[in-house]
């Protein structure tokens, strides 16, 4: 694809230089680093009347670990039955950390709203404008979807990288956990976060070339998201990631390795693609 | 044979009920520098879109030196197109916006640099280059626009509108620019500014409608009247038995100071009116003025009242 380089470079210049896309980051990062703060010190306070009751009532050390892992248990129960995951999916992680169930949770259910947020007028801004006629003269319309989408999920891998390897430090700082033991699986499982995002943007894509005005992109992305949660929440990527990993793909990252998490990718990956083939058509099709 | 830089072929394209174009039909000489003229609504945004692909004809082909517009990635850096009414992204300053736009061309960086440095000063606008595409007037947009579309100094140009809402001076500039262009690239210009079409422009067509009324050389749309006018100082005393005998008394008229002659069919354009120059010029007469043919103005006017009166010179 001819140019695709310049395109995304460009792109990438844009979104530094674009205050509305800085502040969306950074206010979504400290909400989620003030949520998570708050997160933990309850749970610290949790942890430590449960370990002055057990000293009040003379019970040894080793009584506070089981309920720990008691109380972690059904915190995670929960935390699965309220993704949909079959019982049990999670229970591989029911003796590790605290922080990973947390993060899958913050995946699934927040990280299309941070990717709506700013991909929303991928090309809805450029539509109301005019100003993708410029480019059109010079490149072609896979080249631009494929540039722009790129771009984008470049932007927002690293500000994601940025805040969750932020969440992780504020963890162990403050929780103990998680240790250096969690260490591979934590990278495994970021690598899977970012990749999450790029058929969510390439959704984006598609519902800005339909859209012309920024603000009807957004609600249409929006829409589109309840509608597939609520009326099809094992469509698309999940469901395909889903029928894969029977047993809750997510939960399997840290025990299986990489190749989870490399098929994972590669379905993002091809649904990202045929999203771009979408926006690409409805591009050449639309009117100008 | 090359292909015609722009071919237009029974091409149509509707809105809705109303039909924006009718069947135009329009191929333009290689070099040539093609006003395309006409009312608000006759057509003339529509045909550029259609001739980019921005938009879909419903019926007849267009092509852009041999390509089709669906393909118009295949042509890049060999057309330029100036857009009505687009604006710059809002974020990026426009010398940056512009160095975007060459290396999209496919020209090396440095290449690009200094192909937006050369535009920019071309159009007025390298003490303006820092600023970003929300900050732009109105006529700095335009200019701006221009600039882009003359990145790579492209062989065919497609300009709409591009003295629209400029000052005095910078319109002055844009046309002495597409002057110079002239023999080097073919130029596609829309405008309501008859004048300044008349002064540069090599061709003209004439669309009303979403039909083409007339199309030929300006020079010979223009001069294709019988029509001749002086104007001298209307104190002046004219040789009017002289002139009599040469146009007949019928097809001379003077009032206040303008003389009209209408020559005969039979009569040499050329030779009639070196005749009525010699005669005025003979008899002492001032001469401030003299027009051969008509304006361009009165043959669209023509063009447009009588809605296909006037039929095409080549």
Redesign the interface.
Known sequence: M??LR??VT?EL??AL??RRLLLTLGLVLLIAFSVTHCGLNVVVDVQASARGALTDQGLPAEANDVLATAFRAQVITALGESLGLEEGALRPVITRSYVLPILLFFAQVFLPFLVFLVAFDLFS??LS???L?????????R?LVAGKVLATSVTLGAALALGYAGLLVMSARRLGEPTLSDGPALVLMGVVLIASTLPWVALCAVTSTLVRQPLAAMVSVFALYVVMRVLSASWLWDGALGRIFPLGWNALLWKKGLAPVLVAIFVYAAFACVFVWVAEQVL??R?? | MSAPPVALQAVTKRYGRHEALRGVTLNVERGSLLGLIGPNGAGKTTTF?VL?????ADGGSASLLGVPP?A??R???R???M?Q????????PIV?QLQ??A????LPRDTAEREAERVLHEVGLWESRTKK?SELSHGMLKRA?LA?ALLGQPELLLLDEPTNGLDPEHRRRVLDLLVSLRGKATVVVSSHLLGDLEEICTHVAILVGGVVQATGRTEELTRAGRRMRVRVDPGQTLPMETLHRRFGADNLRYHGGLVEVTRSEDDDAKDAFAALLRVLLDGGVDIQDAQRGVSLEEVFLSATQAGGGLTGAS
Do not use: I, K, N
């Open positions: 001819r140019g310049e395109v460009y210049e844009t230089r674009s801004g450029d404008r005019g100003s006629r410029y480019s059109l003269v010079r490149t072609s319309r080249t050449r099709r009117e100008l | 879109g980019c692909g921005w938009l879909r669906a118009m990635e042509l890049r850096g057309v330029g197109v857009p009414d687009s604006h710059f992204p809002p974020a990026l940056r975007h736009f290396r999209l061309q496919g595409g626009a882009q």
